[in-house]
């Protein structure tokens, strides 16, 4: 079921404080975040087109920089990433029990 | 399409269309296109008030945001310049004589003429016209009451986001002639109360967002069974639950995440896209803003005590489609429909404990004598005549299938070790630690169901074989009965005989038994994993996990009730 997703990298230069504010807070509604101004996603079709149209609409497009990285379905990505240091693990998809 | 393809309905006739009265609902324009696109589309959005977002209608917005900020400002039919070149953006306009509302993206005015222009996303089709029928129909809409209200509007232009091109559309007599076929049409089966035929192995089916509601492929399936079902239904992604039982726990909503704290210290987030609902167990408290986005995000919370009992649950507004409560009503005060349904319930319940049985028998005593008693039970539920013999029916399988129960628990190898002993089902409070894995089992399945039929817009207090009483979630009692050993049951095993649970994981008090912080937290780990399996459906061969069969499975009993399906069809494994 989860084939349909992709994993992305997603990376950001905002010129503003507060517009990087907004930025960063709406990220950690969409993925984990991994490095400063660079998280790791796991979106839907759908998602990622919410995640665009959201980030769109915060960011001045002469001004700030977004790169967002489709690095292939969710599940498989795992051998096509190098990770020098700490681990690099995959976002992970299950129930939160606490 | 020709005139004498068309149904022989009166569609070509001018319908007379009486000036509105207070409550009849104004046509939106869109709901004309979607009418062209699908008449099924059109119904379960405009009289059932399904909706459901796709990558498609995200984009869709978003390629709208800059026609959707209104003009402040535009001039009236009798006020326009003849020379001025002006623009409104995001315009609204509606005729009560015509039965129609448009929302016009942007409107062009040149030499007193209008131009309605339709934004869409995407490139420009490459078709004979143009456009697809469904978008110049849309604007064939907008024209009409652009003309009622006294504007020369001649031709109109879709012009598409993504390849930035502008496709010219002419209101010639065809079109409108097509145009006024879908406003007929459309009124003709709001007025009917009857929802079209799903389209039949369409190429359409794929791109629409509510394929998960609609169900073409299974409907289809299951009223002729010619074509197999495309696993279209089943492409979802799929947010999951969050269980929040720690004493003393909070939640609170921080950004776009949810903030789980323990005497204010944060223990875990979650983000509120991948959030499906919230269950609290417990001295938990959630606090309002929180509640409250989550209501908006229709994401439900359900309600229970510390030990798992079904408590209630916080909704938004509820679901729109009263279509449908209404026929669950009406068919649940129907003594043959409820004997009928509780009939193939009780029979897929028996079926499935005889095949749980099957799969996990541990003993050296034969098994077949079970499976013969159960499989004579199932055959004999089918025959029952009224509600309590079935009841009976259904107490003595549990009664023999309970009675073997304890032969599908491992028991460990070595004697000094403690094991899990099963004699006798019983509850309220259970006295031993696999009743009391049952019942939490129950409890836990209890709430999926209900939070699963109240989201399809079904009624969960209303049942058929249940009958209703105080506080009884009857119609999830019902539909949950097959799945009581596919799920609860056979978590339970899966956590004895894997040994995720032990023993030691329970506390006893004055005889009653129950499970431990640390037990239940393994053992919602294991229940919502044995949710997340996937199976191969038994009747329309693809694969799905049991979370969406279970939402397939009351849409499709949602179907059975709105008299589209002949029968519910049980799901059975083998």
Not at chain 2, 2 to 21: C, G, K
Not at chain 2, 102 to 116: R, Y
Not at chain 2, 190 to 218: F, M, R, T, Y
Not at chain 2, 542 to 562: H, M, P, S, T
Request: charged residues 25%.
């Amino acid at each position: 079921m989860a084939a349909y997703e992709h994993l992305y990298i997603i990376t950001y230069d905002i010129r503003d404080p507060k517009r990087w504010r907004r930025v960063f807070r709406l990220m950690k509604g969409y993925g984990e975040w991994l490095q400063l101004s660079v998280f790791q996603c796991r979106l839907s079709r759908k998602r990622h087109a919410e995640l665009i149209a959201l980030l769109d609409g915060i960011i001045h497009h002469n001004e700030d920089h977004i790169l967002i990285v489709n690095i292939g379905p969710a599940e498989t990505v795992k051998p096509s990433v190098v990770s020098l240091g700490k681990d690099f693990e995959v976002v992970a998809r299950q129930p939160v029990i606490v | 399409m020709t005139d004498n393809e068309r149904p022989p309905v009166q569609l070509e006739l001018p319908l007379p269309f009486p000036e509105l009265s207070g409550d009849m609902p104004l046509l939106p324009a869109r709901m004309i296109n979607e009418y062209q696109y699908c008449p099924r589309l059109a119904y379960l959005e405009w009289v059932q008030g399904e909706w459901a977002a796709s990558a498609d209608t995200v984009e869709g917005d978003h390629a709208h945001r800059r026609v959707d900020k209104p003009s402040k400002r535009f001039p009236e039919a009798d006020e326009l310049d003849d020379t001025e070149k002006l623009h409104g953006r995001s315009i609204t306009l509606s005729s009560n004589r015509l039965g129609l509302i448009a929302k016009l993206d942007l409107i062009e005015a040149e030499d007193g003429i209008v131009t309605p222009i339709d934004y869409k996303r995407g490139k420009r089709p490459h078709v004979a016209r143009g456009a697809y029928d469904p978008e110049r129909v849309q604007l064939c809409v907008q024209a009409m009451v652009l003309r009622e209200h006294g504007y020369v509007c001649e031709e109109g232009a879709l012009y598409f986001v993504q390849s930035r091109e502008r496709v010219r559309v002419v209101f010639d007599d065809e079109l409108e002639q097509l145009t006024q076929n879908a406003i007929n049409g459309l009124r003709l089966i709001a007025a009917g109360g009857h929802i079209p035929d799903p389209l039949l192995d369409s190429p359409k089916c794929s791109g629409c967002s509510l394929v998960g509601i609609c169900l073409p492929d299974e409907v289809n399936y299951l009223r002729h069974a010619d074509l197999e079902p495309r696993p279209l239904a089943v492409m979802r992604d799929e947010a999951l639950p969050v269980y929040v039982q720690a004493y003393k726990a909070k939640i609170g909503k921080k950004g776009e995440e949810l903030e789980i704290s323990i005497d204010d210290e944060k223990v875990q987030t979650a983000r509120l896209v991948d959030v499906s609902q919230v269950v609290v167990m417990g001295n938990v408290y959630i606090t309002t803003p929180c509640l409250q986005d989550l209501m908006k995000r229709e994401i439900p919370v359900s309600w229970h005590s510390y030990g798992g009992w079904f408590v209630g649950h916080t909704v938004g507004t509820g679901h729109k489609n009263v279509e449908l409560r209404t026929a669950q009503y009406k068919a649940s005060f129907d003594d043959k429909t409820c004997l009928a349904i509780a009939r193939n319930l009780v029979r897929a319940k028996i079926q499935n404990s005889r095949t749980l049985a099957r799969r996990n028998w541990r003993s050296d005593v034969p098994v077949e004598p079970l499976l013969d008693a159960l499989k004579n039970l199932a055959d004999k539920a089918l025959r029952a005549t009224d509600l309590p013999q079935l009841l009976g029916i259904e107490g003595g399988a549990a009664a023999q299938y309970f009675a073997a129960f304890d032969q599908l628990i491992k028991k460990p190898d070595d004697s000094k070790q403690l094991s899990f002993d099963f004699n006798t089902r019983n509850r309220r409070p259970p006295t031993d630690p696999v009743n009391a894995l049952l019942s939490f089992a129950y409890a836990m399945l209890t709430r999926t169901w209900t939070m699963n039929l109240s989201a399809v817009g079904l009624d969960p207090y209303r049942g058929f074989y249940h009958q209703p009483r105080y506080g009884r979630p009857a119609l999830a009692l019902d539909l949950m009965e097959p799945f009581r050993p596919i799920i609860a049951d056979s978590t339970v095993l899966q956590v004895i005989n894997n040994g995720e649970v032990r023993p030691t994981d329970f506390v006893s008090a004055a005889g009653s038994v129950n499970l431990n912080d640390g037990g239940r937290k393994r053992f919602i780990a294991a229940f919502e994993r044995r949710m997340s399996q996937e199976i191969t459906h038994p009747l329309f061969g693809y694969k799905v996990d049991y979370r969406r069969l279970f939402e397939i499975q009351a849409r499709l009993f949602g179907r059975y009730l709105l008299g589209e399906l002949p029968e519910y069809p049980n799901f059975t494994t083998r």
